[in-house]
């Protein structure tokens, strides 16, 4: 299949495919006589799995790392599990900045009488 049909299969853009081939996340793709990219199934299989774990918002090093020890069939389920604790408690960190920033929003927001006023809440914690 050319790109197009591999990005529809996977659920990712032809750009990203391209990025990622570019970036050495994915092996370069086998060729046509006319020079454009072939994909096969197993392409499709590592696209896919590339696209879930971005879903999900490892990062491409995780993810490069996660692809190496899927196609590593001496690969222990303790390294891949180490991986995602680790992630796990980065989103948790990130979860925890975000909801300070909401909870810092909403304050602003509930405090700012949204009125023809001039004084703001919200401008008012800003500059603070």
């Not at 970036?23 to 096969?40: Q, T």
């Not at 799995?49 to 196609?71: G, P």
């Amino acid at each position: 299949m050319n790109i197009s049909q591999a990005a529809q299969a996977s659920g990712l853009s032809a750009k990203m495919i391209r990025d990622y081939e570019k970036m050495g996340l994915i092996p370069s793709a086998k060729r046509s006589e006319n020079g454009y990219r072939r994909y096969d199934e197993n392409d499709v299989a590592l696209l896919q799995f590339i696209r879930r774990a971005r879903e999900v918002d490892f990062s491409l090093a995780e993810t490069a790392e996660l692809l190496r020890l899927w196609q590593d069939p001496q690969r222990t389920s303790a390294a891949v599990k180490a991986i995602t604790a680790n992630h796990i408690a980065m989103l948790d960190q990130k979860i925890a900045r975000l909801s300070a920033m909401r909870d810092t929003l909403r304050g602003w927001h509930t405090d700012c009488c949204g009125d023809q006023r001039p004084e703001c809440a919200i401008l008012d914690g800003l500059l603070s």
